[in-house]
């Protein structure tokens, strides 16, 4: 009976903080959850299995989502464990603060104890923070540069991982570079090229996405750090798109700092980031905003994490979410998203009036594939170009990233290939128009 209550009570919170009229929150949040499909459908008919799974998400039947890169999509097993515990904290029967952002409690280290495993990682380098943008904020206004030393970026980094650097230079006179990616890249070796032509006497960082967001290429991280270090230079890495996208392993990648936003791909509840930095440079930051703890150099990563009261009911919400992606499976989900990405490779590169400016090899994209016209269109044009194709996807409910200049088709697993269709029918009648 008391579990038929705490049901209802989550159905209301849900209806709540979701939007969902009640009735559709009791059919979701008050009853047993939606089966996950047999594991062995995968093997005997795999299209099935991905469609089964599809009721694991609130995704609206008649809306089509191919930009799950910008914001990701969460599933209903870690959307109740978030709700759970919101309830549960509000009756304050554990001894620690419901709360994260001071003092570390039992949820907090499990959560990053998995996330250092997944990530490959001490947990001791690993900070839990709200976002990417926050993780790149806590390397870039935490490292001491001088006037004059500089810092190399690249041409696609997002406002989340630049503006920090922008400020920085506006403020303390550190000079900031600008590799041009190419659109497509040919090779590993000519990126790594273009940087090294970069760097100069004066670099003291290297500053870049692991998967862009502007065309969602990959970067050759591990070349890239392992440049960097033999020059006695840093790498901070964002990798806000790539957790969940694509296998990880920070140590295999060398590099010093890296970020992520598990709300894209690693489908967590919104407002979860992480922060990776190298044991040896812990002390190297100052904190960025400060309260009780910012010199305990004794907490390791930790002390990056206090920042005051943050929501703990987001971080269950996070573990829940690194559950979920290990019940499916990470090989399983990877070889799926990029399966899909595959698929939209081959039929929009099959268009002469586009090009597909990411995915030239299969090294250089996981689940997110971007293409721009011939010719291309001048960056910020409000018309022309890819504009009809974009009016054609928005007829059709389609949502996806770009415009006139260029589009970002993002692939996951809850894509079904019906959804892709539809994408390609507009495409179509978007070039054709
Ligand atoms: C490479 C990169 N960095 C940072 C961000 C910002 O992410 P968040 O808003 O989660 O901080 C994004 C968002 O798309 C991104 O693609």
């Avoid at 008649?62 to 910008?70: E, H, P």
């Avoid at 839990?128 to 810092?151: F, Q, S, Y």
Wanted: hydrophobic share 40%; charged share 25%.
């Amino acid at each position: 009976m008391l579990r038929r209550r705490e049901f209802i009570r989550r159905a209301a919170v849900a209806a709540a903080l979701l939007g969902l009229p009640l009735a559709r929150a009791e059919q979701l949040f008050a009853q047993d959850p939606p089966a996950l499909p047999p594991r062995d459908l995968y093997g005997t008919d795999p299209d099935r299995y991905w469609a089964e799974l599809r009721r694991q998400w609130l995704l609206a039947a008649d809306r089509i989502n191919l930009n799950c890169g910008s914001v990701g999509c969460t599933p209903l097993p870690v959307l109740r464990a978030m709700i759970d515990h919101l309830l549960s904290a509000e009756e304050f029967r554990e001894a620690p603060y419901p709360w994260f952002g001071y003092e570390e409690n039992t949820r907090l280290r499990e959560l990053r104890d998995a996330l250092a495993a997944f990530l490959h990682v001490k947990r001791d380098e690993l900070a839990i923070v709200r976002n990417a943008t926050e993780a790149n904020n806590v390397v870039c206004n935490g490292l001491d540069l001088k006037p004059g030393d500089e810092a190399l970026l690249t041409d696609q980094e997002h406002p989340g991982g630049r503006c920090c650097w922008e400020q920085k230079a506006a403020r303390f006179g550190v000079e900031l570079r600008y590799v041009t990616l190419p659109k497509p890249p040919a090779s590993k070796e000519q990126i790594v090229e273009l940087f090294a032509r970069a760097i100069t006497p004066r670099t003291r960082i290297l500053v870049f996405s692991h998967i862009t967001t502007v065309t969602g290429v990959i970067l050759p991280v591990k070349e890239i750090c392992a440049l960097a270090r033999s020059r006695g230079i840093l790498t901070h890495v964002d990798g806000a798109h790539a957790i969940g996208q694509i296998p990880l392993d920070l140590y295999d990648l060398g590099c010093d700092f890296y970020a992520t936003s598990p709300h894209k791909w690693l489908m967590s509840p919104k407002g979860t980031g992480t922060l990776y930095v190298r044991e040896e440079l812990l002390e190297r930051l100052w904190v960025n905003t400060v309260t009780t703890d910012w010199r305990n150099y004794a907490l390791k990563a930790y002390r990056f994490s206090t920042f005051g009261t943050s929501n703990l009911s987001v971080m269950v919400g996070l573990k829940a979410a690194l559950d979920f992606f290990h019940t499916i499976g990470p090989e399983r989900i990877y070889a799926r998203l990029h399966q899909l990405a595959t698929r939209v490779r081959d039929r929009v590169a099959a268009h002469a009036q586009v090009q597909v400016v990411n995915a030239s090899k299969d090294e250089f994209f996981g689940g997110l594939v971007s293409f721009e016209p011939v010719p291309r269109v001048a960056p910020g044009a409000t018309t022309g170009g890819l504009q009809r194709v974009a009016d054609e996807c928005a007829a059709r409910n389609i949502r996806i990233a770009g415009g006139p200049e260029r589009i970002r088709i993002a692939t996951h697993i809850f894509t079904q290939p019906t959804d892709l269709s539809a994408f390609f029918d507009a495409l179509d009648a978007g070039l054709r128009a």
